[in-house]
Nanobody, 115 residues
């Protein structure tokens, strides 16, 4: 059974930082591309950052220079370090594991940035 469990969300003031974690089980983690997506209130889910099995990263323009995605294959965990947070970063953040036609999602973690 595949499980992706996010943690680390919460309430933070603008300019603050949070670190999200996503622990995966039930998959060969090291061969999956891992991503973070978010869904702001009333909006569509959007890509935040992705990291390939080889460690290549890609970011949404809105978070470049502020967010960093990383992975620890020994711990089957992907991280999202979020710095200089803005109120517009408020959203439910979801972890995703993707390989070919396979795609798995976590349950999401709420991030709220107050102004």
């Amino acid at each position: 059974q595949v499980q992706l469990v996010e943690s680390g969300g919460g309430l933070v003031q603008a300019g603050g930082s949070l670190r999200l974690s996503c622990a995966a089980s039930g998959i060969a983690f090291n061969i999956y591309a891992m991503g973070w997506y978010r869904q702001p209130p009333g909006k569509q889910r959007e890509l935040v950052a992705v990291i390939t099995m080889g460690g290549i990263t890609n970011y949404a323009d809105s978070v470049k220079g502020r967010f960093t995605i990383s992975r620890d294959n020994a711990k089957n965990t992907v991280y999202l370090q979020m710095n200089s947070l803005k109120p517009e970063d408020t959203a439910v953040y979801y972890c995703n594991a993707a390989l070919s036609s396979y795609s798995y999602w976590g349950q999401g973690t709420q991030v709220t940035v107050s102004s």
